[in-house]
């Protein structure tokens, strides 16, 4: 069974603070992307990457940095956390793009920024 | 700029029903079109897609049409279930990395 763990369900963090929300693929794929969820705008892609150490800006990166050192596992770091990051946060990984190109995702996580 | 727009936001439809959703997109490069379904608490799962070379593709109860020259493409559930009850996403990309565009959402309430 395909699975993308994302490493906390729910995360409340300060003003200021630095955020890491981590994920990890068992599938082997080499694209791994970060989207977050707001309600009435759907899923924007903050950040992607295409392999190992690579990494390419997605719609709305301001605020948030990623790193991928593993293949398996994409961060997603927010340097210092706003309240308007307040949002869920979905990982998400697929095989280059092809006859199949699947997205899996993760279950999320809930970030509440105070 | 929104380059896939989703209607309705929601939807309520009886048990038997037809449900419809409907997206339109703006990018003609756009190659790889699927729908995603959420359910509370969990992330997006892949229900089914198409690609722009076939008009209409069915799945079970679920049909994506798709209008190549009109930029649109819509869900059809048939036979609504309260099970078939979820978010449901639009969404489109092209080639290269699989970077998929999705739309705003809609809610699918099946009434009993």
């Known amino acids: 069974d395909v699975k993308v763990t994302q490493s906390s369900r729910y995360l409340v963090k300060r003003t200021g603070e630095k955020v890491f929300l981590e994920c990890v693929q068992d599938?082997?794929?080499?694209?791994m992307f970060w989207y977050r969820q707001d309600p009435g705008l759907g899923l924007r892609l903050i950040y992607f990457?295409?392999?190992?150490?690579?990494?390419e800006k997605g719609d709305i990166p301001e605020g948030y940095s990623v790193s991928r050192e593993k293949k398996e596992r994409f961060s997603l770091i927010l340097e210092s956390a706003s309240t308007n990051q307040t949002s869920m946060y979905l990982c998400?990984?697929?095989?280059?793009?092809?006859?199949?190109?699947?997205?899996?995702f993760g279950q999320g996580t809930r970030l509440t920024v105070v | 700029q929104q380059q896939v727009k989703q209607s309705p936001q929601s939807l309520i439809v009886q048990k038997g029903g037809i449900s419809i959703i409907n997206c339109a997109y703006e990018?003609?490069?756009?190659?790889?079109f699927p729908w995603y379904q959420q359910f509370p608490g969990k992330g997006p799962a892949l229900l089914i897609a198409?690609?722009?070379?076939?008009s209409e593709k069915k799945e079970g109860r679920f049909t994506i049409s798709f209008n190549k020259s009109a930029k649109q493409f819509s869900l059809h559930i048939m036979d609504s279930q309260p099970g078939d009850s979820a978010t449901y996403f639009c969404?489109?990309?092209?080639?290269?990395?699989?970077?998929?565009?999705f739309g705003a959402g809609t809610r699918l309430a099946v009434h009993p």
């Open positions: 998400a990984s697929s095989p280059p793009a092809g006859s199949n190109t699947e997205a899996f």
């Open positions: 599938m082997d794929h080499e694209n």
């Open positions: 990457s295409y392999d190992v150490k690579m990494k």
């Open positions: 990018n003609t490069a756009f190659d790889y």
């Open positions: 198409i690609r722009p070379d076939v």
């Open positions: 969404a489109a990309s092209r080639g290269g990395y699989n970077k998929l565009i």
